[in-house]
C-alpha cells in the first residue's frame, strides 16, 4: 500500500511524488498511474499537462489525501484542493463560500470573513458578497471557488482545471488574472490542464502525461518572462515550446523521460 | 407602491381561475337545490350553509381552536421525531435496511383501527388526537428527508472532507442544507393531511375540535351544519399548507433568488 502523506516537508520542496502506481480494482483491473514522479518546489508553479482521462485528476486526489496510490509515495505540503466542478454551495451567500474552506480549516470566522472582505476587489466578486452562486456568471463562479481555495489556510494549491468549463475568451482573461493574484499572493501551484496554452501562459515547469496509464513522458522547464501576455504567445520561444509539448503529446511516452 | 401593484396584479393572475370556478359552482349547486327542491337534511343549498355559519359563530371557534393545535402540534412532532429518523436511517445504511419495511407496513395500518385504541389508552383529551397526526404525519417526512441526506453531492462531502471537516461540520454544513427542500417537500404533505388526521381522531371520541362538531351535527340531522365543519376544515387545511409553503421560502431563501431580480437587490 502507498502513501499520502501531508505535513511540512523539510527541504523546499512542496511536492513530492515518488513512483507512484494506483490499479483501480475490477474486472478488467484498471491502471490509473504508472509510476509516476513529479517533484514541485516551493513557490514553483507546475502544469499537468495530459489528455482526457490520463490520471491527471486522479494524481490531484491523491495528493488531497482522498485516494490512496497502490504503490509508490506522495508528500505534500499542506494542500488547498480545487476539483473541476465549482462545488459553491447554493445555500451559502459569496461571502459565505468564500469562507467555506477555511472555516472548515479551523480560522475564526471573523478573521476569514476579514480576509475574504480584503480579497473580493481582487477576485472580481466586489459589490457581490451578498449574492447567491446561482446569480454569478461562469467566471465569477469559477473566481469565487479559488477565492475559496486561496483562503484555505494551506501553502500548495493544487488546481484540476479551473477554467475549463470557461469559453476562450473568459479562459485567457483568467489565465491573466491567476497570474497577477500569485504574484500578490505567492503559493506553489499544481495545475492540471488538457490545454497546451493555458500551462504555457502559466506554468514554470510542466509535466506532460501519456494516456491511460498514466505515466510523466516529459518534463519541460518554461522560461518564459512574466507577465506572459499577447506578445508571449506569438513570441518564437512559445512557438517552439507549444511544438515540443505537443510532439511529447504524440510521442504517447514510448520514448520516455525526455527534457529536464 | 409599484411593487404592491405588481403583487396583487401576480395575486389575481393565480387566484383567479380557482376563485372563478368555485362560485361557477358554488352557482350551479345553489341552483340545483332550488330547482328539485330537494330537503335540506339530504343536501342543503350553499346559502342555507351560510346562514347556518351564522348561527354556529359563537361555538365554532373553539372547535376550530382545538383542532388547529392538535393539528400543529402533531405536525411539530411529526416534523422533529421525522428529521431525526431520517438522519438515523442516512447515516446508517444496516438500520436503514432492518427500519424501513417497518416504516412502510406502520403506514399500512389504517387509523380507524389504530384512533379508538389510541382514545382507549391515552384518554379523551389532546393527546391521542396529537398521536394519530404525528402517526400520519411522520411516514413522508421520514422517507423524503431520508432521501434528500442521501442524495447529497458525494463531491461536496468529499471537498469539505479535503479541507478537514469533522463529521458535524459536514453534517451541519452540507448533508442539512441539501437534504432542506425534501424534508419541507414532505413537510408540506403531512401539513396537507394534519388537519384531516385530527379530525378523524376527534370522531373517534373527543370532548371538543371540528370532528365532535360534525358527529354532533349529524345525529341531529344537520346537514348544513356539516357542511360548515367542512368547509372550516378546508380552509384551515389550506391554511396550514401556506404556512408550511411560507416557512419553506424563509428557510430556504436561496431557491427563489432569481437571476435577473436578485442581481438588482445586490446592486442596491
Not at chain 1, 34 to 46: H, K
Not at chain 1, 139 to 146: D, I, P, V
Not at chain 2, 239 to 256: E, K, N, T
Request: proline share 6%; with cysteine; aromatic share 6%.
Amino acid at each position: 500500500m502507498g502513501h499520502a502523506r501531508v505535513g511540512t516537508m523539510p527541504d523546499g520542496r512542496a511536492i513530492d511524488v515518488r513512483s507512484v502506481s494506483l490499479t483501480y480494482a475490477g474486472r478488467p483491473p484498471v491502471h490509473a498511474l504508472d509510476g509516476v514522479e513529479i517533484e514541485v518546489a516551493r513557490g514553483e508553479f507546475a502544469a499537468l499537462l495530459g489528455p482526457s482521462g490520463c490520471g491527471k485528476s486522479t494524481l490531484l486526489r491523491i495528493l488531497a489525501d482522498l485516494v490512496r496510490p497502490t504503490s509508490g509515495e506522495a508528500r505534500a505540503d499542506s494542500v488547498a484542493y480545487m476539483p473541476q466542478r465549482d462545488l459553491l454551495l447554493p445555500w451559502r451567500r459569496v461571502l459565505g463560500n468564500a469562507v467555506f474552506a477555511a472555516e472548515l480549516a479551523g480560522t475564526p470566522p471573523d478573521e476569514a470573513k476579514r480576509r475574504a472582505r480584503a480579497l473580493l476587489s481582487r477576485f472580481g466578486l466586489e459589490g457581490f458578497e451578498q449574492a447567491w452562486p446561482a446569480q454569478l456568471s461562469g467566471g465569477m463562479r469559477q473566481r469565487l471557488a479559488l477565492l475559496r481555495t486561496f483562503l484555505a489556510p494551506r501553502e500548495t494549491l493544487l488546481l484540476d482545471e479551473p477554467f475549463g468549463a470557461l469559453d476562450a475568451i473568459t479562459r485567457r482573461q483568467m489565465q491573466r488574472w491567476l497570474q497577477d493574484v500569485l504574484a500578490l499572493e505567492p503559493r506553489t501551484v499544481l495545475l492540471v490542464t488538457h490545454d497546451v496554452e493555458e500551462a504555457l501562459n502559466l506554468a514554470d515547469t510542466i509535466y506532460v502525461m501519456s494516456p491511460r496509464p498514466g505515466r510523466v513522458v516529459a518534463r519541460i522547464p518554461v522560461a518564459l518572462g512574466r507577465p506572459r501576455d499577447a506578445a508571449t504567445v506569438t513570441s518564437p520561444e512559445f512557438v517552439a515550446l507549444k511544438a515540443r509539448l505537443l510532439a511529447a503529446l504524440d510521442d504517447d511516452g514510448t520514448s520516455g523521460l525526455a527534457g529536464s | 407602491m409599484i411593487r404592491a401593484l405588481s403583487i396583487l396584479r401576480r395575486a389575481t393572475r393565480n387566484y383567479a381561475p380557482a376563485v372563478s370556478l368555485l362560485l361557477v359552482l358554488l352557482g350551479v349547486w345553489e341552483s340545483a337545490v332550488r330547482i328539485s327542491d330537494v330537503a335540506p337534511y339530504l343536501v342543503p343549498a350553499p346559502s342555507r350553509v351560510a346562514r347556518a355559519f351564522l348561527e354556529v359563530r359563537g361555538t365554532l371557534p373553539g372547535h376550530l381552536r382545538t383542532t388547529a393545535a392538535e393539528a400543529a402540534l402533531g405536525l411539530a412532532l411529526s416534523a422533529v421525531l421525522g428529521a431525526g429518523c431520517a438522519a438515523l436511517l442516512a447515516w446508517s445504511t444496516p438500520l436503514r435496511r432492518a427500519a424501513y419495511p417497518l416504516l412502510v407496513i406502520s403506514q399500512n395500518i389504517p387509523l380507524v383501527v389504530v384512533a379508538p385504541l389510541l382514545v382507549v389508552w391515552f384518554g379523551f383529551g389532546m393527546l391521542p388526537k396529537v398521536l394519530v397526526v404525528t402517526l400520519m404525519g411522520f411516514f413522508p417526512i421520514v422517507v423524503a428527508t431520508t432521501d434528500g441526506l442521501l442524495r447529497a453531492d458525494h463531491d461536496l462531502v468529499e471537498l469539505a472532507h479535503s479541507y478537514g471537516a469533522k463529521r458535524s461540520q459536514v453534517l451541519r454544513s452540507v448533508l442539512i442544507p441539501s437534504a432542506l427542500p425534501a424534508f419541507f417537500a414532505g413537510l408540506q404533505i403531512s401539513a396537507a393531511y394534519a388537519v384531516l388526521g385530527a379530525v378523524i381522531a376527534e370522531w373517534v371520541g373527543a370532548s371538543s375540535g371540528l370532528g365532535l362538531f360534525i358527529t354532533r351535527s349529524q345525529t341531529a340531522f344537520r346537514v348544513d351544519r356539516v357542511f360548515v365543519a367542512v368547509t372550516v376544515i378546508a380552509a384551515l387545511s389550506i391554511a396550514s399548507f401556506a404556512a408550511v409553503h411560507l416557512a419553506a421560502r424563509l428557510a430556504m431563501p436561496w431557491q427563489h433568488a432569481g437571476q435577473g431580480g436578485a442581481q438588482e437587490e445586490v446592486g442596491r
